[in-house]
């Protein structure tokens, strides 16, 4: 069954709809580009059509883009020589795109040939908007939720259909370069204000604006066909282009630190390409990303950014229960993550309970949220309406008894046991016997924590990242007694309130501190050696981590990290193996020094908080020594410092999918998103280097980077991660 059908009007406009079978939004497929090539032809041929109109049969939209799990298996299915394979088949893809755009004309006096407009109803995206570029106008539907643009960037790769070149002549580098190499997305009016689009009609009116414009006979040659055409702030070449392209290469190098093949091989696609005529200049694009596709940081991406996130997102690891949509949730604690717990409920339309001990922390608990949407509103996101419905849903509280009718509880009280267990019985005794109870911690065991509880079956980890608002990951903790109904009831939670869960077994720091404490102590490590400390940040940014081991210190607050050490020192007794750390983070607190809460850290900080650079002071304490190590070696000590922790967690099943541990990396604590996470960043180095590496590490720096059993298993095989664990089968 095609996704492509035509029909023809008495008029003799030829609408074409676009309808992919089984989709709630139109995605291109490659027989997808057959079809509608066959029925543009069909068209043009066709005495009878004076015109064409392509739209959409989904209600709402156009289109969400390519499929991307076609992508990414488009170097695997290209053949002995993938490369020539890739460039072949983008060749195609681009001869549709050419053949809607010159639509018949004679190529060498661009006399004849038929209209061809796009009327997009709603989103479009990718190759969504990439043949509404190639038809002659595009008309859009003035509807404020659609989002038009092309967001490739954001998921390893750029727009390679013609997107790149047609939008860099329609508007010029520089006015192209936020949609380009930013992913911005925007909505039709101001797409029309950008220039991404040429009209907005109401959404009953698009299709006979559509068809109006086709047999209004107009001049249908884009600019960059007809001769003497000049590019919009000038070609490489030119004075003013030639500013736009040494610009637009700082910017890319400095935001990505030369770390995102996408973005370097966008900018040289467009830049070259703005070099030579249209046909060549789609060549040089297909080119570049060939060269995207062929690179493992591309297929990496994708899989973890896109594949593997929408799948824990529809729920890929729950277990096999009726649904659990959470109607009424309390949440125990106003403050900052309380906050932002009861924030993100409420504008999932959830009615939320926020109890704190007295009513002046409440009430400022939920002026969290009406301070999220005054900036909404002033920002034209919100409105007063929306705002009042949001604050409407938050009951702020002292009396445990309004939990009554609540199917889940998120208990977010000061970080103690005690604490936590007294609060536990006290709302078990109130709820019924069916509430979920959750608490939301990021150290303390949930097992432990269990015991506290009357129905233990029911009682889970829910660890939110904070700020709550803007953090997409929740890790939900099983602790040994919890049921399938407590975890189906979290994920279910997660989805509503629209972030993206993995789910792990309970042990120590759970599955992210565990990795990102290890990062941070291998740089507080570092200092007290005598490396320099610009080195050990620099290194970190150079291989793609958002903030060196420092700097986030200074972030999540240096008290903290003592707090965390002094109770992982009692539990692990003689087995603690941080003491060079300490020595350092203790002297840092007991100088008053707690990071930017106190404007003062391993950086320094001006009166309004901005930070001025490393710490001076830091190299009295540690001199820095005079033989610097190799700018590889502090890398590969930061990434397998954390590497390494994600191989123990998947070996001792506190993992149970490597999915989760992927997409966990990237959106928890921002583990190298160009490496697709720490599994696939092993795959793309290989098994047995790794394994070779660590050896050597082990045998520099000391034990914890030994090498575990199973990355020895499969480097003595040759076999990687996601041939072994891909489809989420956990580490025997």
């Given at each position: 069954?095609?996704?492509?059908?035509?029909?023809?009007?008495?008029?003799?406009?030829?609408v074409?709809?676009?309808?992919?079978?089984?989709?709630?939004?139109?995605?291109?497929?490659?027989?997808?580009?057959?079809d509608?090539?066959?029925?543009?032809?069909?068209?043009l041929?066709?005495?009878?059509?004076k015109?064409i109109?392509?739209?959409?049969g989904?209600?709402?939209?156009?289109?969400?883009?390519?499929?991307?799990?076609i992508?990414?298996?488009?170097?695997?299915?290209a053949?002995?020589n993938?490369?020539?394979?890739?460039?072949?088949g983008?060749?195609?893809?681009?001869?549709?795109?050419?053949?809607?755009?010159?639509?018949?004309?004679?190529?060498?006096?661009?006399?004849?040939?038929?209209p061809?407009?796009?009327?997009?109803?709603?989103?479009?995206?990718?190759?969504?908007?990439e043949?509404?570029?190639?038809?002659?106008?595009?008309?859009?539907?003035?509807?404020?939720k659609?989002?038009?643009?092309l967001p490739?960037?954001?998921v390893g790769i750029?727009?390679?259909?013609?997107g790149?070149t047609?939008?860099?002549?329609?508007?010029g580098?520089?006015?192209?370069?936020?949609?380009?190499l930013?992913?911005?997305?925007?909505?039709?009016?101001?797409?029309?204000?950008?220039?991404?689009?040429?009209e907005?009609?109401?959404?009953?009116?698009?299709?006979?604006?559509?068809k109006?414009?086709?047999?209004s006979?107009?001049?249908?040659?884009?600019?960059?066909?007809?001769?003497?055409?000049?590019?919009?702030?000038?070609?490489?070449?030119?004075?003013?282009?030639?500013?736009t392209?040494?610009?637009a290469?700082?910017?890319?190098n400095?935001?990505?630190?030369?770390?995102?093949?996408?973005?370097?091989?966008?900018?040289?696609?467009?830049y070259e390409?703005a070099?030579?005529?249209?046909?060549?200049?789609?060549?040089?694009?297909?080119?570049?990303?060939?060269h995207?596709?062929?690179?493992p940081?591309?297929?990496?991406?994708?899989?973890s950014?896109?594949?593997?996130?929408?799948?824990?997102?529809?729920?890929?690891?729950?277990?096999?229960?009726?649904?659990q949509?959470?109607?009424k949730?309390?949440?125990l604690?106003?403050g900052?993550?309380?906050?932002?717990i009861?924030?993100?409920?409420?504008?999932?339309?959830?009615?939320?309970?926020l109890?704190?001990?007295?009513?002046?922390?409440a009430?400022?608990?939920?002026?969290?949220?009406?301070d999220?949407?005054?900036?909404?509103?002033?920002?034209?996101?919100a409105?007063?309406?929306?705002?009042e419905?949001?604050l409407?849903?938050?009951?702020?509280?002292?009396?445990?008894?309004?939990?009554?009718?609540?199917?889940l509880?998120?208990?977010?009280?000061?970080?103690d046991?005690?604490v936590?267990?007294?609060?536990?019985?006290?709302?078990?005794?109130?709820?019924g016997?069916?509430c979920?109870?959750?608490?939301?911690?990021s150290?303390?065991?949930?097992?432990?924590?269990?015991?506290?509880s009357?129905?233990?079956?029911?009682?889970?980890g829910?660890h939110?990242?904070s700020?709550?608002?803007?953090?997409m990951?929740?890790?939900?903790?099983?602790?040994?007694?919890?049921?399938?109904?407590?975890?189906?009831?979290?994920?279910?939670?997660?989805?509503?309130?629209?972030?993206?869960?993995?789910?792990?077994?309970?042990?120590?720091?759970?599955?992210?501190?565990?990795?990102?404490?290890p990062?941070i102590?291998?740089?507080?490590?570092?200092?007290?050696?005598?490396?320099?400390?610009?080195?050990?940040e620099?290194?970190?940014?150079?291989?793609?981590?958002?903030?060196?081991?420092l700097?986030?210190t200074d972030?999540?607050?240096?008290?903290?990290?003592?707090?965390?050490?002094?109770a992982?020192?009692a539990a692990?007794?003689?087995?603690?193996?941080?003491?060079?750390?300490?020595?350092?983070?203790?002297?840092?607190?007991?100088?008053?020094?707690?990071?930017r809460k106190s404007?003062?850290?391993?950086?320094?900080?001006?009166?309004?908080?901005?930070?001025?650079?490393l710490?001076?002071?830091?190299?009295?304490?540690?001199?820095?020594?005079?033989?610097?190590?190799?700018?590889?070696?502090?890398?590969?000590?930061?990434?397998?410092?954390?590497?390494?922790e994600?191989?123990?967690?998947?070996?001792?099943?506190?993992l149970?999918?490597?999915r989760?541990?992927?997409?966990g990396?990237?959106?928890g604590?921002?583990?190298?998103?160009w490496?697709?996470?720490?599994?696939?960043?092993?795959?793309?180095?290989?098994?047995?280097?790794a394994?070779?590496?660590?050896?050597?590490?082990?045998?520099?720096?000391?034990?914890?980077?030994?090498?575990p059993?199973?990355?020895?298993?499969?480097?003595?095989?040759?076999?990687?991660?996601?041939?072994?664990?891909?489809?989420?089968?956990?580490?025997?």
């Amino acid at each position: 069954m095609t996704d492509f059908t035509m029909a023809t009007d008495a008029d003799g406009v030829a609408v074409i709809t676009w309808d992919t079978v089984g989709k709630s939004m139109n995605v291109m497929n490659q027989q997808g580009f057959v079809d509608l090539n066959a029925l543009v032809n069909e068209a043009l041929v066709d005495d009878a059509v004076k015109g064409i109109v392509i739209t959409s049969g989904k209600e709402g939209s156009f289109a969400g883009g390519m499929d991307l799990n076609i992508i990414a298996k488009m170097k695997e299915s290209a053949g002995e020589n993938p490369a020539a394979g890739l460039m072949d088949g983008l060749m195609q893809c681009h001869g549709v795109l050419r053949n809607i755009e010159r639509a018949g004309m004679d190529p060498k006096t661009n006399k004849g040939g038929k209209p061809i407009a796009a009327a997009l109803p709603g989103t479009a995206l990718g190759i969504g908007y990439e043949i509404p570029l190639s038809c002659h106008r595009i008309f859009a539907a003035d509807n404020p939720k659609a989002k038009i643009g092309l967001p490739e960037i954001m998921v390893g790769i750029f727009p390679g259909m013609g997107g790149t070149t047609r939008l860099v002549r329609k508007m010029g580098a520089m006015a192209a370069s936020p949609f380009l190499l930013e992913g911005k997305l925007s909505d039709p009016k101001k797409a029309k204000a950008a220039g991404l689009i040429d009209e907005v009609v109401p959404a009953d009116e698009l299709l006979s604006a559509a068809k109006a414009w086709v047999l209004s006979e107009p001049t249908i040659v884009k600019p960059w066909d007809e001769k003497g055409y000049k590019m919009p702030g000038g070609a490489p070449y030119h004075p003013a282009g030639f500013m736009t392209y040494v610009g637009a290469s700082a910017m890319i190098n400095g935001r990505t630190k030369g770390v995102y093949p996408a973005a370097k091989a966008l900018l040289s696609a467009a830049y070259e390409g703005a070099l030579v005529p249209f046909d060549t200049a789609i060549k040089i694009e297909a080119r570049w990303f060939t060269h995207v596709l062929m690179n493992p940081s591309s297929e990496a991406m994708i899989r973890s950014l896109f594949i593997n996130k929408e799948a824990l997102e529809k729920g890929a690891n729950r277990p096999d229960v009726d649904d659990q949509k959470v109607k009424k949730v309390g949440v125990l604690g106003a403050g900052m993550m309380g906050a932002g717990i009861s924030l993100v409920s409420a504008l999932a339309g959830i009615e939320v309970v926020l109890i704190d001990r007295d009513q002046d922390a409440a009430d400022k608990g939920k002026s969290y949220t009406a301070d999220y949407m005054d900036k909404g509103i002033k920002r034209k996101k919100a409105t007063e309406e929306k705002k009042e419905a949001v604050l409407g849903l938050i009951n702020a509280t002292t009396d445990l008894e309004a939990l009554k009718g609540c199917d889940l509880i998120v208990e977010a009280v000061f970080e103690d046991v005690g604490v936590k267990a007294d609060m536990t019985k006290k709302v078990e005794a109130i709820v019924g016997e069916d509430c979920i109870f959750a608490t939301n911690t990021s150290t303390l065991p949930i097992t432990e924590l269990a015991k506290a509880s009357v129905r233990p079956e029911q009682f889970i980890g829910i660890h939110f990242f904070s700020p709550v608002d803007k953090m997409m990951l929740v890790e939900i903790i099983k602790g040994k007694e919890t049921g399938d109904r407590a975890v189906a009831k979290s994920l279910d939670f997660v989805r509503q309130i629209r972030k993206t869960p993995i789910v792990v077994n309970d042990e120590r720091f759970f599955y992210a501190n565990r990795c990102i404490i290890p990062y941070i102590n291998e740089g507080i490590r570092m200092v007290k050696e005598g490396v320099e400390p610009a080195l050990i940040e620099n290194a970190a940014k150079l291989v793609g981590m958002p903030l060196g081991p420092l700097q986030l210190t200074d972030e999540t607050s240096i008290d903290l990290g003592v707090k965390i050490a002094k109770a992982t020192k009692a539990a692990m007794s003689d087995d603690y193996p941080n003491e060079e750390v300490d020595q350092v983070l203790f002297w840092m607190f007991d100088e008053g020094r707690l990071g930017r809460k106190s404007n003062s850290g391993f950086y320094a900080y001006d009166e309004k908080g901005k930070r001025q650079g490393l710490w001076e002071g830091l190299a009295d304490q540690y001199p820095v020594a005079d033989e610097q190590p190799e700018l590889l070696e502090v890398q590969h000590r930061l990434l397998f410092a954390q590497v390494l922790e994600a191989v123990r967690a998947l070996e001792e099943n506190v993992l149970e999918d490597i999915r989760e541990g992927d997409v966990g990396a990237i959106l928890g604590w921002g583990f190298a998103p160009w490496s697709g996470g720490p599994f696939s960043w092993l795959d793309i180095i290989g098994a047995p280097y790794a394994a070779e590496r660590c050896d050597q590490l082990a045998a520099t720096h000391g034990e914890r980077f030994a090498t575990p059993n199973l990355l020895r298993e499969m480097a003595d095989k040759n076999v990687s991660f996601y041939s072994i664990y891909g489809a989420g089968k956990a580490a025997a």
